[in-house]
């Protein structure tokens, strides 16, 4: 029995509705997940996929504005279990570990949006739970960061023009740096499904 899983994180339409969507990191995300999921199936292995939701917020998170829901070009298939989270990792608000754990899982990899905040929050969580995290840059998608004393009512014009703003360059590389060797181990899509992205295209 193979006891691995893939975890999507967040993956969700909530995300394109903002106006940032268009300074992404990653455009290829959405092709770059299905290419792991594709590959997990074909293993035998456990694919979750997680949303995020804050009921009653009236957010883009609020599954009352139905955006709560998996992007276009993700459909899970029967027996692939959808969780939805009410915090940043995919285990405090979930039953996401006792899922795993009847499972018989002990290694997993990790994809999904933000690749610094609900995906590298689980996988330290995933880490510290003790299981074996492979972390999947590639298949992650972040935007640029304010800077934390930058008024709530800056535009994103504003946020984008500030020095102190992180790049989702620098973003990626402090989540790799952060998580290899202690909590995970980075890998890509390439080394993970045996093809390369423009394999995949043709």
Request: aromatic content about 6%.
């Amino acid at each position: 029995m193979n006891r691995a899983a893939l975890v999507v994180i967040d993956v969700q339409e909530s995300f394109r509705q903002r106006p940032i969507w268009a300074y992404g990191s990653n455009p290829d995300m959405v092709q770059q997940v299905d290419r792991l999921v594709t590959a997990a199936r074909e293993r035998g292995d456990l694919v979750v996929w997680v949303l995020h939701s804050e009921p009653g917020t009236g957010t883009l998170f609020d599954p009352a504005l139905g955006y709560v829901r998996l992007l276009d070009g993700l459909t899970p298939v029967e027996g692939e279990p959808t969780l939805v989270k009410t915090a940043h990792n995919a285990f405090t608000t979930t039953n996401l570990q006792q899922l795993l754990t009847q499972a018989g899982i002990v290694d997993l990899t990790v994809c999904g949006i933000r690749t610094e905040q609900c995906v590298e929050t689980t996988t330290r969580v995933a880490s510290d739970l003790g299981y074996r995290v492979t972390f999947v840059t590639d298949a992650t998608l972040t935007f640029p960061i304010a800077h934390w004393d930058l008024p709530e009512t800056a535009t994103l014009e504003e946020v984008l023009a500030d020095p102190r703003t992180l790049s989702n360059e620098e973003i990626v590389a402090r989540t790799e740096y952060a998580l290899a060797g202690r909590f995970a181990t980075i890998r890509t899509v390439d080394e993970l499904t045996g093809t390369s992205l423009a394999g995949a295209r043709a």
